[in-house]
């Protein structure tokens, strides 16, 4: 047993380490072939570390005692990506769990350097839409992946993470709602046009994000079938769900006795929960819509 749970501790390990790379591989390939280049600031702690190297080139671009180096070079969107999420590092420590934090640290050191290895990318184009668009598309899908496999890429994630478990917020919800700020910032540092084309780019990212990242969107199933034994015992030997029974119930076309089942489940179950019902009733009758707020005890598996 000891051995299995070693096995799969480390299968978990290479996962998020493998997804470690491949967000740290996106957010390099948004930032300096799409966003960076068209003028067009990213979501979360990225888009605030943007608009800190935005504002350095701009007003304080100069040299220091560092070999001759400019403020640029020091304070550039990779360094200042890494200075912002000190302090979340903390908050991911004491909140979430110390084997996330150390693999979200591993992930924003990842991103950090990747913006700056990837820094020699050409632009494809430099149109703001466009450029919002793919990047927001690549970034999600990099972010979604990432915490997809319990890891942090930092920044809002951490936050929306633990507002998630407190209020049921959505994590796309909540990097839409704080990135406001960060355009109403970016209108007064470039110019409010780009400001829109940011704010197209933030939207986008937050929809990719929720479409990947799926453990966090709830919904309602309904089950109305003939056999609620087989179908009970089958679905909580695959899922830890709870289910409200509805006895008595009466189909109106032949009036034969059935039974309602009610539960709740995540869009990242919805394949085992098929599975469990197909094994134990193929012929039930099953409702399934997304839940917008849930009141009580939902189990969620564990961040760390």
């Known amino acids: 047993m000891l051995e299995i749970d070693r096995l799969i501790r480390r299968h978990q390990n290479w996962s998020r380490f493998t997804a470690a790379i491949f967000y740290s591989i996106c957010v390099g390939v948004a930032l300096n072939m799409f966003w960076e280049p068209s003028g067009v600031f990213a979501s979360g702690v990225t888009g605030a570390a943007q608009l800190l190297a935005t504002v350095v080139r701009k007003w304080?671009?100069?040299?220091?005692?560092?070999?001759?180096?400019r403020t640029t070079d020091l304070l550039n969107t990779g360094t200042?990506?890494?200075l912002l999420n000190v302090p979340l590092f903390v908050v991911a420590w004491r909140k979430i769990g110390h084997r996330f934090t150390i693999f979200t640290f591993l992930a924003v050191i990842l991103s950090s350097v990747m913006i700056r290895v990837l820094g020699v990318i050409k632009p494809l184009t430099t149109d703001p839409i466009v450029c919002g668009i793919f990047g927001a598309v690549v970034n999600g899908l990099g972010t979604g992946f990432a915490l997809r496999n319990n890891l942090s890429t930092g920044g809002l994630d951490i936050i929306g993470i633990v507002m998630r478990k407190k209020t049921g917020t959505t994590i796309g919800t909540v990097n839409i709602a704080?990135?406001?700020?960060?355009l109403f910032f970016a209108g007064f540092v470039n110019d409010w046009p780009h400001a829109l084309y940011s704010a197209l780019a933030i939207f986008v990212n937050g929809k990719i994000l929720d479409s990947v990242y799926t453990r966090q969107q709830r919904l309602q199933v309904m089950i109305v079938t003939e056999h609620p034994k087989a179908v009970i015992n089958e679905i909580q030997n695959t899922l830890r769900r709870g289910i409200t029974i509805v006895h008595d119930a009466e189909g109106a076309f032949r009036h034969e006795e059935k039974t309602v089942l009610f539960t709740i489940i995540s869009r990242a179950e919805i394949y085992?929960?098929?599975?469990?019902?197909?094994?134990?009733?193929?012929?039930?009758?099953?409702?399934?819509?997304?839940s917008v707020k849930i009141m009580g005890h939902f189990y969620e598996p564990k961040t760390d």
């Open 60 to 69: 304080f671009n100069f040299g220091t005692p560092f070999g001759g180096m």
């Open 80 to 82: 200042l990506l890494f």
């Open 178 to 182: 704080v990135n406001i700020v960060i």
């Open 272 to 290: 085992d929960f098929e599975a469990a019902l197909h094994d134990s009733d193929p012929y039930a009758f099953v409702s399934i819509t997304e």
